[in-house]
Structures are given as C-alpha cells and as structure tokens.
C-alpha cells in the first residue's frame, strides 16, 4: 500500500472517520466508521478499485452479500445480496467472487444431473454492487457422477489482472483423475486451456497420485506440478516423480514438461512459487525413509527444487534438515538430542521471494478436530474445532540452501457448530485437494476461526508476523511459556520481527486498552508490501482500516 501517514492524510483531506486505534512498533492501525449492526459478517477483502472497496459478508448460513466502501472514509456505501442468475432451471451455488483490475465478478457453480455436466459461471457485478442477468459459462466439467464431481480451485495472477481456475474429478471405473486448467482475462475471456484425464496403477505398493500445486506468473504462464509416489518393494526404495507441466504465453501455451526424480526420501507435501527471476521454485516437507523402503512419515525438513523456465532445465533437489534450534523449540531439548523428527501436522501457508533470491517459508502447525454431533437426522449439529499454532520459519537461500530457522511462538484455536448436511471437507466428493494448507469455509468464517493465524509483512529482509495473541503472553518469546489464546475477543495483537540473520525481536502495545477492536487475521487485503486493508471487530462492532508497516 501507498507509503503515507494515514492519519495526516486524513486530517488534510477532512475526513474525519479515520482515526488511529493502534500502533505497535512500525505497524499502525487506522479504522473508518463503525459498521451498521446488519448481522452481515464480512468473510472476505475482495481488493480496492476506483476509489471503492469491495468485501463479501455472509448472514446466517449461507446468505451472501457484496458490500462497497468509500475507500477514504471507509464508510459503507451498499450492501446487495448476491442471487446468481439460473442456469437451465437450476439454482446456481456461490463459490467465490474476484476483482479483476476494475471487474469484479461473482462466480458460481451448478451440477447438471441429467447430462453430468458441472458448469462454473460468471457473473459481472457493477460499481453500485448489482450482478448482472446474463452470466458467463467458464466450464462444462464432465464427470462421472455427482458425489465424484469434484472441485474448482482459483488462483489470481500476480497483478491481479488474470484468473486461473482448475478443475478436478475422478472416474474411478477407468482408474483415472481428470484435471482442466484454464486462464481468463479481466473480461472472462479465455487465454488458455488444457484438459487431461490421467490413468493410474495403484497396485503399487504405497501408492498416491497427486495434483499438488497450481500457478500463474507475472506473464501469464500457467504451471502445474503432478507428484507420483509408491515404494518399489523389490529395490527396497521409495520412488517420487514430479510432472513440472509448463504453458506459456510466449510458446502460444504448448505443454512443456520437466521432471524430477527423487529416491530415498518421502515428499509429504509441496508448493509452487513462480519468482521474479522466471524461475519456478517448488517446496515442501519431506520425511526419512526406512532401509525397508518404507516412510517414516514424519518431517525431516524442507526440500526446494528450482526450475529454469528460461532452459526448462532444474537443478539438483536440495533436502535441508531443521536445525537443532528449531527442533529443540518444536520437540524439546530431549526429543531433540536423540535426533527425532518433527509431528506431520505443519501445512505451508506462505512462501516468500527475498530481495535476494531465497525464500521464507512459513507452516502452521494445523488440526481440525471433528466433535460428537448432536440432534436428530440430517439437521444434527456438529462442533469443529479449528487449531492453527507455531509457524516455523525456514529461510532458503537462492540455490535452496538452508539459511536460518526459528519459530513464531503462539496458541490458537476457535471452535463452530455447523450442520452436518452441509458439513464436508475439501476431498469428500471424489476430488483432489490442490495445495496443503487448511481452507476454511467461508460458511464457518465471521464465527471465530477468522481470528487464527498471522498476517505476514515481508520488507527490506525483515519478515514481520502480526497475530493475534493472550495479554498474558506480553513480552514472552519461548514456546514453552506460551498461554493459549483464550477467547479471542479478548486478544491483544502482538508483533514479532524476523531480521535477515532469523534473530526475533517481539512488540507489544504499550497500553492495552479495554473494549479494543480485534484484528482478524482471516480476512485482510495485501495492497503492497506494506500497506494493507483489514476488518477488525468486537462483538457486534466491525469496522474496516488500513494497516502501514511505516519506514
């Protein structure tokens, strides 16, 4: 975001809603008005264009609404329903909404029974938060029935002016995933498309076929990474094969393919990252393996492999080990000494291009616990508990070296009652879950999981991690000392800062003041590096701000 006092910009412009509601070292708060008491939750920061803001609010379970703000005051100028347009008859399901440079569109999906067909479509919302009547068909999905239907996933190009969506399903009779990649301009147009259907032999032992990750860059090139895994059992070897499949704009998007091999290590998960340098970096956990062949399942550390997109060519996968520090901070000096590894219950959420080339990696230490339900038939109410605790930081070098680790110490969890017809995670329809970290439905934000997690500041080689934090917790750096949050309405926000060496340095306010609006780390808007547009709340209190990391 601009780099600018909020506060004196405020007072030169007369406005008079902005007011300064925190500061902790360099990261300052400053809100608009409060928001109306409308019982709409605003669940997501859809971006800010011409003057205006857009969010999208959930009320009750399902109901949504596109809210637009005046981008200086903050003040709300409308809130609309969002109805989708039918398709054939049918009612449309709301998926997700995007601003496309200044075209904002609400996309939507339906499952035609009859033909097997499930179609996604856009509607182009205007400036006044209206949708319009005639929506945009971006997939005629076919599939093999409607529990197998699968997903869509989305992505944003980095300038936020292209969209990337993916479709997954399965057909289980033919053995076989099918996956449909394509790329839309800011008018829903397509640039790019390319279906596959995949066949493949699990009769090997230990075997998972994956799609990992998906990514577009700064040029509009589309990259999909597919991981199969099994053991030989003869070689007494753990086999890994990544598919690197490349589409670019500038070859006319003709499928280019890069593989890697890996023996003797067990990939757990991983991530791509398309870098300014156009190299394409994938990163992930991985675990030892047993002279059996077998995985043992926990991590041993963090891999990266780089891609040349200039060359298609990669370099050797670099396999780094958490440090001793780190472990001792995760496992305790005990575990740590007799070499143990880490619990696989970390999910990257961010990974981070350096000034210089590296990378941050940050995982979140995530679980969803699933309670006991209680009612009656398909209306039985089911508590899930969300958990989102320490993040490890794992700093790469260019050349995918190990840097620096440490650890952001902090406890978290909230828990929601959902109904368990509508209750399911990403997977349960005969899809492939893309990507590792947990995504919480946007049915269950505006209830408390919104307040887990961190907001990452990334600036001059300092990483900066805002949270949201127990006041007991106040000036407390060691893992082990650390209280849980509590309930989150009470929260204090606190600040850690990571230097270029990995040493912490952690901020608290300096008064914590009673009744203080709560950040929702959940829900925020990256504007630059270091400006942001956030949602703070107390109960039935929200108010819109901005949030500058000042020089």
């Known amino acids: 975001m601009k780099k600018i006092n909020l506060f004196l910009f405020a007072f030169v412009l007369g406005i008079q809603f902005l007011v300064a509601q925190n500061k902790i070292d360099k990261v300052s708060l400053t809100y608009g008005e409060e928001l109306a008491d409308d019982k709409q939750k605003i669940v997501k920061i859809v971006g800010e264009s011409n003057n205006k803001i857009f969010a999208l609010a959930i009320k009750g379970k399902d109901d949504y609404f596109i809210k637009i703000f005046e981008s200086g005051s903050m003040k709300l100028i409308s809130s609309n329903p969002i109805v989708i347009p039918q398709i054939s008859d049918k009612e449309v399901d709301f998926e997700e909404i995007f601003l496309l440079n200044d075209n904002l569109y609400v996309i939507g999906s339906v499952y035609n029974k009859k033909d097997k067909i499930f179609n996604l479509v856009a509607t182009q919302v205007s400036d006044k938060g209206v949708l319009s009547k005639s929506p945009v068909v971006l997939f005629d999905a076919e599939v093999a029935k409607k529990s197998s239907r699968g997903d869509f996933y989305f992505k944003l190009s980095p300038d936020e002016g292209a969209l990337l969506v993916m479709h997954t399903s399965l057909f289980s009779k033919e053995d076989a995933v099918k996956y449909e990649v394509k790329l839309f301009d800011d008018k829903m147009g397509t640039l790019f498309s390319n279906t596959e259907k995949v066949k493949f032999d699990d009769s090997k032992k230990d075997y998972e076929f994956t799609i990992s990750d998906f990514e577009v860059n700064f040029q509009d090139d589309v990259f999909l990474v597919v991981n199969e895994s099994y053991r030989d059992s003869k070689k007494k070897e753990q086999i890994e094969k990544f598919e690197i499949q490349a589409f670019k704009r500038n ?178 329809n005969g899809s492939f879950a893309v990507g590792g970290a947990i995504q919480i439905p946007l049915t269950q934000l505006g209830k408390g999981p919104e307040y887990l997690g961190a907001i990452p500041i990334y600036k001059d080689g300092v990483l900066n991690l805002l949270f949201n934090d127990n006041v007991k917790n106040k000036g407390i750096t060691n893992i082990d000392d650390i209280r849980s949050l509590g309930n989150y309405n009470n929260a204090v926000p606190a600040l850690f800062i990571f230097d270029s060496n990995g040493n912490i340095t952690r901020k608290d306010p300096e008064e914590v003041i009673k009744n203080e609006l709560v950040l929702r780390p959940g829900v925020y808007y990256r504007k630059t590096n270091k400006e942001f547009i956030v949602y703070s709340s107390r109960k039935s209190k929200d108010k819109l701000g901005r949030m500058i990391l000042e020089d």
Not at 409 to 421: D, F, G, H, N, R
């Open 251 to 428: 070859n006319g998007y003709k499928k280019e393919i890069v593989n890697i091999d890996i023996k003797g290590k067990e990939i757990i998960n991983c991530k791509m990252i398309s870098t300014n340098k156009n190299t394409l970096k994938i990163v992930g956990f991985y675990s030892s393996v047993r002279e059996n062949g077998k995985a043992n399942k926990e991590l041993k550390g963090v891999y990266n492999a780089t891609v040349d997109l200039n060359t298609n060519s990669s370099n050797a996968v670099k396999f780094n080990e958490f440090d001793y520090a780190t472990k001792v901070k995760l496992l305790g000096e005990r575990r740590a000494k007799k070499g143990k590894d880490v619990k696989p219950y970390y999910n990257i959420t961010t990974i981070i291009e350096k000034n210089d080339g590296g990378l941050i990696i940050l995982s979140e230490f995530q679980f969803v616990y699933v309670g006991q339900s209680s009612g009656i038939g398909p209306l039985a109410a089911t508590p899930v508990t969300y958990t989102k605790n320490e993040i490890i930081i794992t700093s790469l070098k260019e050349d995918g070296t190990f840097e620096w680790g440490n650890v952001l110490p902090k406890e978290q969890s909230a828990t929601v009652t959902t109904l368990s017809i509508g209750f399911g995670f990403a997977g349960g």
